[in-house]
């Protein structure tokens, strides 16, 4: 059974640090690309960041990069995403997603992730 459990939400102040973590069971995560989404109230869920497959690459929306930074630790089977320097606009609920397939590239189409976890909230606010 394919679980994804994300952990490490919170609140933040601006310019505040927060590391997210997926923790993956059911399948091994270097095999497939993976990638963080996040819902703002009102709004849309929209792409954060992603990683192909076997690490052939990794993408970030232009709102986060240089900010945030995914990575995979395939021991623990674990993807993590650090958030630094948050500003208020960061704050939504996000969510790990895997995609439908092993050896995927990097992707925003909702359409090609499978698996999704439950979401955890992140706030930054003063």
């Known amino acids: 059974q394919v679980q994804l459990v994300e952990s490490g939400g919170g609140t933040v102040q601006p310019g505040g640090s927060l590391r997210l973590s997926c923790a993956v069971s059911?399948?091994?995560?270097?095999?497939?690309?993976i990638a963080w989404f996040r819902q703002a109230p009102g709004k849309a869920r929209e792409g954060v960041s992603c990683?192909?497959?076997?690490?052939?690459?990794?993408s970030y929306a232009d709102s986060v990069k240089g900010r945030f930074t995914i990575s995979r630790d395939n021991a623990k089977n674990t993807l993590y995403l650090q958030m630094n320097n948050q500003k208020p606009e960061d704050t939504a609920v996000y969510y790990c997603?895997?995609?439908?397939?092993?050896?995927?590239?990097?992707?925003?189409?909702?359409?090609?992730?499978?698996?999704w976890g439950q979401g955890t909230q992140v706030t930054v606010s003063s």
């Open positions: 997603a895997a995609d439908s397939y092993p050896g995927g590239y990097c992707t925003y189409n909702e359409g090609e992730f499978e698996y």
């Open positions: 059911g399948f091994t995560l270097s095999y497939y690309a």
């Open positions: 990683t192909s497959s076997r690490n052939l690459g990794t």
